[in-house]
């Protein structure tokens, strides 16, 4: 699974052929989320609140590239890492 980016101990990543909705995978510590690329929504999992507003955040600043990485991943050519929130 690649790493598309890390911020603040964030990590980004996305599996190749993952399930519908598109969406990435947030980790922190323990914690993990599946977010939807498209309506920033969290799909599975819970993260502490000031890091999910964080991904968001970030998540909103990059839904093109994101999106971009999903067909990326769809078709099994490498993704493009992803500037991390500043």
């Given at each position: 699974?690649p790493?598309?980016?890390?911020?603040?101990?964030?990590?980004?990543?996305?599996?190749?052929?993952?399930?519908?909705?598109?969406?990435?995978?947030?980790?922190?510590?323990?914690?993990?989320?599946?977010?939807?690329?498209?309506?920033?929504?969290?799909?599975?999992g819970?993260?502490?609140?000031?890091?999910?507003?964080?991904?968001?955040?970030?998540?909103?600043?990059?839904?093109?590239?994101?999106?971009?990485?999903?067909?990326?991943?769809?078709?099994?050519?490498?993704?493009?890492?992803?500037?991390?929130?500043?």
């Amino acid at each position: 699974m690649p790493t598309i980016c890390v911020f603040f101990g964030i990590t980004i990543r996305m599996y190749y052929d993952d399930h519908a909705p598109p969406h990435f995978h947030a980790y922190y510590g323990e914690h993990s989320a599946l977010i939807s690329i498209d309506t920033l929504e969290v799909l599975e999992g819970e993260f502490p609140k000031r890091a999910l507003a964080m991904v968001l955040e970030w998540a909103a600043e990059h839904r093109s590239e994101l999106r971009a990485d999903w067909d990326l991943a769809a078709r099994h050519e490498p993704l493009v890492a992803i500037e991390p929130l500043k």
